[in-house]
């Protein structure tokens, strides 16, 4: 699988908004699914979108859906997740995550997370 670097994180206020950018490490995303997920210490990692290999097709979990978007630039070799209406909850470290499946919408088809982006949302 291709290794992946997150960036973009940071700290927000409630309210508003950040883009997260997911770029493969010495290789190509274009033939593969994407996923974002993220944790807080102590809790289990959450699955909360993937996108397929060309775009087409996303999921997001429902504890978010409206509020992110995920989307892809396989020209730039880079999968993006807008974030948007941020809570204090969303505060934990993202992580994103390549893989050859087609179903880019179970979150145990990808298993090679990056290292992760800090987000933090201050109330």
């Known amino acids: 699988q291709v290794q992946v670097v997150e960036t973009g994180g940071g700290l927000v206020q409630a309210g508003g908004s950040l883009r997260l950018s997911c770029t493969a490490s010495?290789?190509?995303?274009?033939?593969?699914?994407v996923g974002w997920s993220r944790q807080v210490p102590g809790k289990e990692r959450e699955f909360v979108a993937g996108?397929?290999?060309?775009?087409?097709?996303?999921y997001y979990t429902d504890a978010m859906k409206g509020r992110i978007t995920i989307s892809r630039d396989n020209a730039k070799n880079t999968v993006y997740l807008q974030m948007s209406n941020l809570k204090p909850e969303d505060t934990a470290v993202y992580y994103c995550?390549?893989?050859?499946?087609?179903?880019?919408?179970?979150?145990?088809?990808?298993?090679?997370w990056g290292q992760g982006t800090q987000v933090t949302v201050s109330s």
């Open positions: 996108v397929s290999w060309s775009g087409d097709s996303t």
């Open positions: 995550a390549a893989s050859a499946t087609t179903y880019y919408y179970f979150s145990s088809n990808y298993r090679s």
């Open positions: 010495g290789g190509t995303l274009s033939p593969y699914s």
